[in-house]
């Protein structure tokens, strides 16, 4: 059954429990993207500190790169592109 357009934008909201792993975090805002995506949404929010979260500095500064350079910031993009 085809939908008529409505001319709004469907969004999705992560909620998520960000952690010391920045591999994780991805994993979890990649796989968002596309259930986001599978759902109808053309956007999706994420919280501010989605990638890391961790109030040791020096553990953290570890996981710190510029976005270019980031391994995570380039899967996430990845995932967003493929998910539309």
Known sequence: MATEPTGKTRIALLQMTSGLDPQ???DTISA?????????ATMLF???MA???DRDRS???ASILPEGDSPHVAAVAAAAREAG
């Open 46 to 48: 994420t919280p501010e």
């Open 32 to 40: 968002a993207a596309h259930e986001a995506a599978g759902n109808g």
């Open 51 to 53: 990638g890391l979260i």
């Open 24 to 26: 994780a975090n991805c």
């Open 59 to 61: 553990r953290a500064s």
